[in-house]
């Protein structure tokens, strides 16, 4: 894609790549694909305090996205990350769409707003859809977009093509296949980002601006915080919850999701938790 819609040329490719402990050359090819996917997902947790924090926005310029994920070492909700991968991709020499989905994880709803943005990547003219902001319940490779596609092994994914033509990513549990959003391949561009990171930040039904959403994939367990509930997934059992209490909420960021936090935000997480 052109750089002017990605920024490509204006990504620090080897500040990411030590910020994601990618190690090794790059290319325009399927290993790099996958080893970026992994690496990402392993490093990066899914962060939305900043919605929290007494910010009125939460910028998707490049700059500001390069600033607090790989400088600061925060991480960031679904379409910072999307900004962030799309330069890296750019830069490395792939050729990419964006697209939308509407997730149904947390909602069961098949046709809830399409809040969700993954990437599309073309390799020897095979479509793969390349996921890396999904969080917890989100896969850790690329999968190829063709209709029965799976991702074997630990952490098994599908995608299944409905009736109506949307495509569906599914978790594949011992309690059965959860399905976590379904999308259409019609390409989406970051003016849409923009819409629906304002719906995101202000609206009364964003399930990201009222209540601290955490989430992390490791190679091991999968975390994601809702409010003050932790949930581990493991391979082949059953997920756990449970609810944590002040002290561990305060340290969850940095202890279990790899969050740096500046003092500042420490403080002004630890009045949010006490309330007014």
Known sequence: MSDSMWQGGGVDLDAYLTRVGYRG????????????????????????????????????DLDSVQDKIVRRGRGGW????????????????????????????????????????????????????????????????????????RLEGDWPFDLVR???????????RPEGPAELYGFTTDARYPSDFELLNHFCLTHPRSPFNHRMVLQRTRPDVRYLLAGDTLTEIRPAEPAT???????????????IFGITLEPGDVQALSKILDGP
């Open 25 to 60: 050359d790059v290319a325009a090819d399927l290993a790099t694909l996958r080893g970026l996917h992994a690496a990402h997902v392993d490093a990066i947790a899914f962060d939305n305090l900043d919605a929290l924090l007494g910010g009125t926005a939460v910028p998707l």
């Open 78 to 149: 679904c379409l910072e990350q999307v900004v962030l991968m799309a330069a890296v991709l750019d830069r490395i020499g792939f050729t990419f769409s964006a697209l939308a989905g509407r997730t149904r994880i947390r909602t069961g709803n098949r046709f809830g707003p399409a809040l969700h943005v993954a990437l599309c990547v073309e390799l020897d003219d095979e479509p793969w859809l390349f996921d890396v902001s999904f969080g917890a319940y989100g896969p850790h490779a690329p999968i190829r977009l063709a209709e029965n596609a």
């Open 162 to 172: 409905e009736p109506n033509g949307e495509h569906v990513l599914r978790f594949l």
């Open 241 to 255: 919850t449970r609810e944590l209490d002040r002290d561990e909420l305060l340290a969850a960021p940095a202890e």
